[in-house]
Structures are given as C-alpha cells and as structure tokens.
C-alpha cells in the first residue's frame, strides 16, 4: 500500500490546478480518496471530524448487502433449475445466476458514476461517493429479467432528477435506488409485475438453456396473495414454481421467486446485523419499521375480510420487499428522520403504510417502495415537530 500511496503522491501534481491533467482532477480525487482516507478535513460548516469518512461508511453498507446479493444470485439460478426441471449442483446453479445479475450491475454502476463522474468534472467538484450504494442496491431490488436498458434509463433518470438536481450526495429528498424501482414500475408496469419476470427460464451466455416444465408459474408469494379470490380465505397457501406449497420457513429462508436480492430474510438479517454493529444503521429505525408492520398486520387480522387480510403479521415481515427495506432503506441516513425521537415515528409510519397499501391496494401488492418514499417527503416535518417539541418543553421547565 505504502508503494501506491508513493505512486499517487508523484503523479498528484499532473491533475492539480495548472497541470497538464487537471481536467481530470475529480476522477482522481475520487479514486484517490476511495483507496485512502483523505488526510484533510472540511474547511465549513459543522463537520464531525473522523477517520472515517463517507466513503468507508458507504463501503460498509456495500458489504453489508453481499449477503443478500449472493443469495440473490444463487437463487437466480435455483428458480431458474426448478422451472426447467434441472439439477446441475450448487456451484452451476450459483454460476448461471451470477452471470445473469453481473449485467446488471455493471450497468447500474457504469451509467450512475458515468454521470456523477461528468457533473463534478463540470462543476470542478469532488466526486460523490453515494451512488457507490444506490448502484449496488438498484440491481438487487429489481426481477431478474428486466432489461439493461430498462435499468440504465431507470437510473439515468434517478440520479439526475431525485439526486443532482438537489445537490447531490446529502441533500437528496428521496432514496435514489427507490425512485429507480418506481420509474421502472410505473413506466414499465409489464416488466416489473406478473408471474413471468422474476424467474428467468432462458440462458445466460449459454449456460442453462431449457424447456420450461408444464404448470410452471412464477408469480411471487405476494402476487399469488394479491389475487386470490375472498373464497380462498382459510384455505389459501402460497405455491412455488411447480406448485408445490411455501410455508413461513420458506420465506425466511429465500428460496422462492422476487426480486433479485429481496427473497432471504436470513442473509437480509445478516446484513442488519453488519450495518447494527458498526453504528452505520440505526436501530431505533430497523426495529420501529417491524414494529409498525406487526400493529398493522395484526389490525387487519381482525378484519379479514380479503386474503392479504389474513396474512399474519410474521409472514407479511417476510413476504415481498419488507424486511429489505427495513434495513438498508428506510435506514438511509439522508432520507430518513434525524431526531432520535424522529425515528421511532418515521419507521412505525413506514411499517403501518407499508402493510396498509398491501392489504387495501390489490394492483400494487408490495407497499413497501411507496411506504418509504412518501415517508422520505415527511421526515423533515417529523424532526421539525420534534425538535420544536424538544425546545417547548425546555422553556416550560426553564420557567418553572
């Protein structure tokens, strides 16, 4: 390391100001900065001066996520196996969904870092180390055949509207992989749902080519809940690929058709438990979003006048995007509530909304998108309530 850091130290003076690559001083900063913690700290404002910086945060969150990513990926090519009636061992199964989920993230990262490398080396500015997570989360959160172009304009789209023009890394309202997911839902409503988009049944670079079983369906635990009839109600079980029943074991674990990286609840909670130990999530915001979800699951159990009525909380906790949103989205540090007090409030009404939109929304069964962004609008107003609630109070005690 010591022999890179020597390297870098010579070749600086060609990207600073007046050297003969100083166009490119961004690109540099950026690269230097990822691979060393920057020796100076900010000139301005109310900074909290450590050693670790954004970007050893946001490399802790990436690795928080490889968890889920590589279940993600096996179970790629697990859903893929089950459709085709094939039994290739653990290691081709792994192999085909890593080569199907690679794409997808070259892309994800090749347009969003394409752009923010181009805004700063416009504005003369120093690169923007937030995409180093949207970029990892905006393949993970979405079916495992929606098309690169379909993610590379989807991600266009978000970086530029939900992220630069609010300023970039810090000051963005909303989570900028969440808008990439809602650009593509309501945009491409036809590759985002159904039951033919989240089990691939084709090859991959000419691995695991097949013809796909009779009776093969690969519509999610949610999406079979969302349709099913109120005659059903009692009796109703979700089924897999081949139809074969899920029960609550199975959702935990993740071996059923979703989103590429959303199914595992078990790697999802290894993730937590990452991001707990190092103080990067809070946990008063994971919790509250669980919490929020069992009231409301629990509420609409008394009712149970629909299937996702009936639903029981645990399995709503495992079903769909809830537990990953929990954990790496509603967590988010700059579009969630700030006040200590602010994330109790903002996780409960994640949680609550989450389920609410589920059970009373047939045509959008997840929930948990929605739920998050339209909190990431209030969270503002939450801190603001709470603080000025925190300062009435300390004048009445100051009177007294």
Do not use: C
């Not at 290691?91 to 969904?97: A, D, E, L, P, Q």
């Not at 009839?229 to 993740?254: A, M, P, R, Y």
């Not at 906790?317 to 903002?346: H, N, Q």
Request: proline fraction near 4%.
């Amino acid at each position: 390391m010591k022999a890179l850091r020597n390297y870098l130290d010579k070749i600086k003076p060609n990207f600073e100001e007046g050297g003969k690559l100083s166009m490119f001083r961004s690109v540099f900063e950026g690269i230097e900065t990822f691979l060393f913690v920057p020796g100076s700290t900010s000139k301005s404002g109310v900074h909290i001066h450590d050693s670790v910086d954004s970007k050893r945060v946001m490399t802790i969150v990436v690795i928080s996520l490889i968890p889920a990513l590589l279940f993600g990926m096996y179970n790629t090519g697990y859903q893929h196996n089950l459709a085709i009636d094939a039994h290739p061992g653990f290691w081709m199964t792994f192999i085909y969904g890593f080569l199907a989920v690679l794409p997808k993230i070259i892309v994800s990262y090749a347009v969003g870092l394409g752009i923010e490398f181009t805004v700063a080396q416009i504005k003369k500015e120093e690169i923007q180390e937030g995409f180093l997570v949207s970029g990892m989360l905006i393949p993970m959160i979405v079916p495992i055949d929606t098309p690169l172009w379909m993610i590379a304009v989807a991600t266009a789209f978000a970086v530029i509207f939900a992220k630069e023009v609010f300023g970039g890394t810090g000051y963005n309202v909303f989570n900028v992989a969440l808008v990439t997911r809602a650009f593509l839902f309501f945009a491409y409503p036809a590759d985002m749902s159904g039951d033919q988009v989240f089990v691939r049944t084709d090859s991959v670079f000419g691995l695991g080519g097949g013809t796909v079983v009779d009776g093969f369906s690969g519509a999610t635990p949610l999406g079979q809940i969302a349709i099913a009839g109120k005659e059903l109600i009692g009796s109703f079980h979700n089924v897999d690929v081949l139809g074969h029943t899920i029960g609550t074991w199975d959702l935990f674990v993740g071996l059923i058709p979703g989103s590429i990286a959303e199914t595992s609840v078990i790697a999802i909670l290894l993730g937590a438990a990452i991001l707990l130990f190092t103080g990067v999530a809070s946990w008063k915001t994971m919790m509250s979003v669980f919490v929020g979800g069992i009231f409301m699951a629990g509420v609409f159990n008394l009712i149970g006048s629909t299937v996702v009525m009936t639903v029981t909380p645990l399995d709503h906790l495992f079903l769909g995007g809830f537990a990953f949103g929990a954990v790496f989205m509603a967590t988010d540090p700059v579009t969630s509530a700030r006040t200590e007090t602010g994330k109790y409030i903002y996780g409960l009404l994640i949680g609550a909304l989450a389920i609410i939109i589920r059970a009373l929304n047939p045509g959008y069964p997840e929930g948990m998108m929605l739920a998050i962004l339209l909190m990431n609008v209030f969270a503002p107003l939450i801190d603001y309530y709470v603080v000025e609630s925190n300062i009435s109070r300390r004048l009445k005690r100051a009177v007294k």
